[in-house]
């Protein structure tokens, strides 16, 4: 005699279609009612396997972390003296488990002093400001109609976008004040 559960597993896993009665068609109300009983207990196993796999997600997302957090100084460390005593001309080292190693970074920015940097965007860049303006009642009336000035109770925000930020450091080569340009490499593993 075969185990039920194994033939089910079995069966979810290879995707084949489940066991139904031979010449099985809905005729009267018991026969809807085992076709409804089987709808509803596939959702609810569906439902039961989606809030497993998100517990599990989780639980494996912390561990990676503390692993990370825990040894990964070590595991960096060791892959750079075992990548130093191979002649230092690999980034990556395979191990059966996965692979280790560096990753050349893209230049980019990173800010400083926002504060800083929204001065320097004002003179040299403002296109890279973003400005948002709320306003209620009369002032945003006033706003559709007239520029921000006239409205004297509308508040502003002032951001950058780093993405006209980065361009402009890309093709003028040009670093603003409160920034600076990194560009190194990442350590990962896979």
Same mark, same amino acid.
């Given at each position: 005699m075969t185990d039920?559960?194994? #033939?089910?597993?079995?069966?979810?896993?290879?995707?084949e279609p489940p066991m139904?009665?031979?010449a099985f068609?809905?005729? #009267?109300?018991?026969?809807?009612?085992?076709?409804?009983?089987?709808?509803?207990?596939?959702?609810?196993?569906? #439902?039961?396997? =989606?809030a497993w796999a998100a517990l599990e997600i989780r639980r494996a997302e912390r561990d990676e972390q503390f692993f990370l957090q825990r040894y990964g100084g070590q595991l960096e460390e060791w892959v750079r003296a075992?990548? /130093?005593?191979?002649? /230092?001309?690999?980034?990556?080292? =395979?191990?059966?488990? /996965?692979?280790? /190693?560096?990753r050349r970074e893209r230049p980019h920015l990173l800010i400083h002093d926002t504060n800083e940097l929204?001065?320097?965007?004002?003179?040299?860049?403002?296109d890279a400001l973003v400005v948002e303006i709320n306003a209620m009642g009369v002032d945003a009336a006033k706003l559709r109609q007239f520029q921000s000035e006239n409205c004297a109770h509308a508040r502003a925000s002032e951001?950058?976008?780093?993405?006209?930020?980065?361009?402009?450091?890309? #093709?003028t080569g040009e670093c603003p004040n409160g920034a600076e340009i990194a560009c190194g490499e990442k350590f990962f593993v896979k």
């Open positions: 039920m559960t194994t #033939d089910s597993t079995t069966r979810q896993l290879q995707s139904v009665p031979e068609s809905v005729q #009267d109300a018991p026969s809807a009612n085992w076709l409804v009983r089987h709808i509803v207990e596939s959702r609810r196993y569906a #439902d039961h396997v =989606r075992e990548i /130093g005593a191979r002649g /230092g001309n690999r980034r990556s080292i =395979r191990l059966p488990a /996965g692979t280790i /190693g560096f929204l001065g320097w965007c004002r003179t040299n860049l403002p951001s950058l976008s780093k993405s006209v930020l980065e361009r402009h450091v890309r #093709d």
